[in-house]
Every structure is written in structure tokens, then in C-alpha cells.
């Protein structure tokens, strides 16, 4: 599948997402690493020595910040059936797509902790200097790193036993939007759903457009949630 990046260049993407999930996490995490700590031992025919034969000299991560469930009127968590989330979509003129999950109710997050994390997140894309790497970390890895951040996020409020409507959707890229260029070929970005509604975030710069607004939204290919 060709993706295209931020800045209009395609790269190749597969869903079979057992692997990449972990391999988007490690190579961010890896990248957040001064130079001083990705320095500190040396790498004998490819293989990394375990972690307690080696001290970096500084690391500097922030937390993610714990997630946030919204709201509903009963006091509770707010939640979304499959069934309310297609139903939401018909209504903002999506296209509802071909889904693939695990879950059948998902948590709405709150929108000021989504803040919070997109300012997170930024932190490492952009202090780290992570950019878009054609056929090396491309859309597709950037929108299962936002997921798996936000699995960790759910882990630290002690919810990870449960999911959030966010999701990653694989979109046929008609029109231009977040800086990523129009041509039709595939794109992918994430879809999230706050107490402000769904929300389609670019993960590469965090762009933000409510569902209804979305250009491409006529154009979605495919939905995946956890």
C-alpha cells in the first residue's frame, strides 16, 4: 500500500500490525535518546547488550499523561458501541469503511486530556527531531505509535484493560489536507473521539479537523481500532 507523507512523498505500508506496533514505539523512544545515551555501549555483530551492561548518561522522557475518560451525564465513563461510532459517521458524510477491531464498546476521552497528549506527543516527534522517512518511518508507522502511545496512556490510568475510539484510518488522499498532498494515493491518519466529537488527527504534525470537516472524508478506506 503507498502512503502519502506530509510532505507528498509515498512510501509502502501493510496492515499486519503484530510487529509494527512495537517497532513504532522503539524506534520513537530510540530517537528520543540524546546522543550521549545512544552512545554509551557498543553493539557487537547487531546485537544491543542487555540493558544492565549499560548506564546512559542522561535521558530525558517525559510521562505520558495517564488517560482521561469523558464524562456521561450518569457520573460514568462516556461510551461508543460500533454501532453509535458508524452511525456518527453517516451523519458527518463519511464513508464507513471496512472496520477491523476487538472490542465492541470503546471509551470517549476527554478533550483536555487529548490536548495534553498531543502536546506530549509533539514533544518527541519534534524536540527529537523525528521527522517522515520515506520507506523507513512513513505515515503508516506514525499512526500506530499515536495508538500504542495511547495504549500506554490508558495503562498508566489503569484502564488498559479497555478501549478508546481511537483508530487508525487508511484513507484514499483526493484532497489536500495537514500539509500531506492531494494525488489519490493512500494516506493514513488517526481518528479519535473526544467530548467535542470525532476528531481526524494528522500524527506527523498534529493537525486537528473535526470528522464533518474532513476533506477526505468521503474517501476513508478503512477504519482500525483496538
Known amino acids: ?27 520513537l523512544l530510540w530517537r528520543a ?20 551492561d549499560w548506564r546512559p548518561a542522561e535521558i530525558t522522557v517525559p510521562r ?32 464507513w469503511p471496512a472496520t477491523q477491531h ?8 476527554d478533550h483536555g486530556w487529548f490536548q495534553r497528549f498531543l502536546d506530549w506527543q509533539h514533544y518527541f516527534l519534534w524536540e527529537f527531531d523525528h521527522r517522515y522517512q520515506r520507506e523507513g518511518f512513513d505515515c503508516d508507522d506514525f499512526s500506530v505509535s499515536m495508538m500504542a502511545f495511547v495504549d500506554l496512556a490508558m495503562l498508566r490510568a489503569g484502564m488498559h484493560s479497555q478501549a ?10 483526493k484532497n489536500r489536507w495537514a500539509n500531506a498532498q492531494a494525488g ?9 473521539a473526544t467530548d467535542h466529537g ?4 494528522e500524527p506527523q504534525n498534529r493537525w486537528t479537523i473535526p ?9 476513508i478506506l478503512r477504519l482500525i481500532l483496538n
Do not use: C
Request: glycine fraction near 8%; hydrophobic fraction near 45%.
Open 184 to 192: 489519490g494515493g493512500t494516506h493514513e491518519v488517526i481518528l479519535i
Open 164 to 173: 478508546a475510539v481511537v483508530g487508525r484510518l487508511v484513507v484514499r488522499q
Open 211 to 219: 470528522l464533518e470537516d474532513y476533506p477526505n472524508r468521503a474517501h
Open 33 to 52: 535518546l540524546p546522543l550521549s545515551a545512544a552512545t554509551a555501549f557498543e553493539v557487537t555483530d547487531g546485537i544491543v547488550p542487555h540493558a544492565s
Open 64 to 95: 505520558v499523561p495517564p488517560f482521561v475518560a469523558a464524562l456521561a451525564a450518569n457520573g460514568g465513563v462516556r461510551l461508543l458501541t460500533l454501532e453509535q461510532i458508524r452511525t456518527q459517521f453517516v451523519a458527518a458524510g463519511a464513508n
Open 1 to 27: 500500500m503507498n502512503h502519502t507523507s506530509q510532505f507528498g512523498k509515498t512510501g509502502t505500508a501493510s496492515l499486519q500490525d503484530t510487529s509494527r506496533w512495537r517497532r513504532g514505539v522503539l524506534a
Open 198 to 201: 470525532l476528531t481526524v488527527v
Open 102 to 109: 476487538r472490542h465492541t464498546e470503546f471509551l470517549v476521552a
